[in-house]
């Protein structure tokens, strides 16, 4: 058994309930770490939400919900295994990343490779569940997610080809209920990317030592000090895009409280945020959690409860 993982919550569900020869394997696909599941899950939730409002639709489509959640959480897994089995020699040489499945000999890569595959088969079942053109426009991500793990080596940007990758869901459900894309869709497509740029950009600090040693690039290195400033007009630019995207729609009341809620706790991460203190860096960035579950609380509201009806409240 490799090192611990660095960033695995200790006691987590893995470790203290799957069965011995399985544990490589679910932290091979991140199980014992699901702030990336939800992360990938919550431009879907986002863009299902605002699909509804825009639909007049009583309530979010629950089986697009739990699709999305499926999909998430096999296509996260997936993009992992793939990762680690491209960076295995680079992952020896940092801290953090020495005791992952493939990197300290866990699994082997055969194993990985194989285990990849399956993982895929799970998120085309829920592909294949979804409209055509959704079908179409899933498809279209996949050349983005195979060569994410490869920036690095590349170019100082590889957070903005993560944040294409891990926002097309905010494509994804537009998509399905409406079997097109929009500008509401486009515009909280382009919010989430920032979004990711910015929070992958707090996450990458945590390496940011060993990936200058090792020579992997990084927007943690390239900004550096300004790295808070950067982070901050970042996230201004996500709170306009997305305010636009909901004055399109339009959305309501709800939905503008919800946005509301999201921006002051964008704005609580960067008063948070210590690029010098690792373990802040993670507790910053798994925050995006909560915001991202804030901003959705927000949409889902605003098609549950109907705009003629926010009067009546008490």
Known sequence: ????????????????????????YLRLARLDRPIGSWLLLLPCWWSTALAAVAADSPYPDPKLLVLFAVG????????????????????RQVARTRGRPVASGDVSVTAALAFLIFQALVGLAVLLSLPHFAIVTGLASLGVVAVYPLMKRITSVPQLILGIAFSWGALMGWASVFETIADPALLLFAGCVLWVFAYDTIYAHQDKEDDAIVGVRSTALLFGRSTPLAVALCYALVVILFAT???????????????????????????????????RCLEVF??????GLILFAGLALDSIIPNSLVPLLP
Do not use: E
Request: charged share 20%.
């Open 1 to 24: 058994m490799g090192p611990p993982i660095a960033d695995a919550a200790r006691g987590n569900w893995v470790d203290r309930h799957a069965p011995a020869p399985l544990r490589p």
């Open 286 to 291: 798994k925050s995006n959690r909560d915001a």
């Open 72 to 91: 998430a959480v096999a296509m996260r897994g997936a993009g992992c295994t793939w990762n680690d089995i491209l960076d295995r020699k680079i992952d």
């Open 245 to 279: 995207a909901f004055l399109s729609v339009p959305t309501g009341l709800f939905a503008t409280l919800g946005l509301a809620g999201f921006a002051l706790h964008l704005h609580w991460q960067v008063r948070r945020l210590d690029i010098d203190d690792p373990t």
